[in-house]
């Protein structure tokens, strides 16, 4: 009898073609096995109008790009979800597990999409949806309009040829995966504008002890791992989540520890603290939580307390 197992994302092309990046050499690991997919939509998905991610949270019962999907594994419904990490809260639903995070992991960084920072005209409009990139940007340039703007990527990238804007800023993980990189773009520093936590990196996440969770435990890449628990574990000492604007930056350097960069900035763009740690790859949530500590100790709290007010 032939094993099944049910893969649950969401319905973008990039959702899809991210299935497709991790069940491929899955697939070719477990020939025995039956991999089905299974489309579920999200609060952000359905939801077009609302102009904030935040805004949809509060309507979507939670996250604007995971609730549905874990409520799916939770019932049964499917086995297994692939995720964009960065859309995933730091605490998981009950009963699921997150496996260690395959590899590779595509490029983290922002890219200003249709224009470079210093080509920009004065009061130029840029278009992003994202409280942290609006922050960054924002720090970076206080001249900047800044849009509110959402969709899939293609729409968004769209919006500089066919809109009144003048860039849009995207990640650059999904515009590598669809192949629309556009011609003219700026990849963003990491270490001047740190990106999501788990920008870049998939989030497979199974019911606890299911088949799928036995079958697949030995799947992922432990460096990748190391890097993405690390910036998780920040996030979640900093009780952060898509709508404030925490970036963190974890990699694994030449003397083999683990490094990482992390920014918290308030909305207009004019207070910004960060701070930089390194440790070994074994520990990566004590060194989230040193550098969050670093971060609350220069006034962190402050910044994200004024930002969380009704």
Do not use: Y
Not at 19 to 38: C, D, H, N, S, Y
Not at 189 to 212: H, M
Request: aromatic share 2%; net charge neutral; glycine share 12%.
């Amino acid at each position: 009898m032939t094993d099944v197992v049910r893969i649950g994302s969401r319905a973008s092309k990039l959702a899809r073609t991210q299935v497709t990046e991790w069940l491929t050499p899955i697939a070719e690991q477990f020939p025995g096995v039956r991999f089905k997919r299974e489309i579920i939509l999200e609060g952000g998905d359905q939801d077009r109008v609302t102009p904030t991610l935040a805004g949809v949270a509060k309507t979507a019962r939670g996250s604007a790009f995971s609730t549905n999907q874990e409520e799916a594994l939770v019932t049964g419904r499917v086995d297994v979800i692939v995720h964009s990490l960065k859309d995933l809260p730091t605490t998981v639903h009950e009963g699921t597990t997150l496996l260690t995070t395959p590899g590779p992991r595509e490029d983290v960084r922002d890219v200003l999409c249709g224009a470079t920072l210093d080509d920009l005209p004065q009061g130029a409009r840029v278009g992003t949806g994202a409280p942290r990139r609006v922050a960054q940007l924002l720090a970076l340039r206080q001249d900047l309009e800044v849009v509110p703007i959402r969709g899939n990527v293609p729409g968004r990238l769209a919006r500089t040829t066919k809109g009144p804007l003048d860039a849009v800023v995207l990640a650059a993980a999904g515009l590598n995966r669809l192949g629309l990189m556009p011609e003219v773009h700026q990849r963003l520093d990491p270490a001047v504008c740190p990106p999501s936590p788990g920008q870049g990196a998939l989030g497979i996440q199974v019911r606890t002890g299911s088949l799928a969770a036995r079958l697949l435990a030995g799947t992922g890449d432990p460096q990748v791992d190391a890097c993405v628990r690390a910036e998780r574990a920040l996030l979640a000492e900093l009780h952060g989540g898509c709508s404030v604007p925490v970036g963190a930056w974890g990699r694994i350097g030449p003397d083999g520890l683990l490094h990482l960069n992390a920014a918290v900035t308030s909305l207009d763009g004019a207070t910004q603290v960060t701070a930089v740690g390194s440790g070994p790859v074994d520990d990566p949530e004590k060194l989230g939580c040193c550098v969050a500590a670093d971060l609350l100790a220069q006034g962190a709290a402050g910044i994200l307390a004024e930002i969380r007010k009704p």
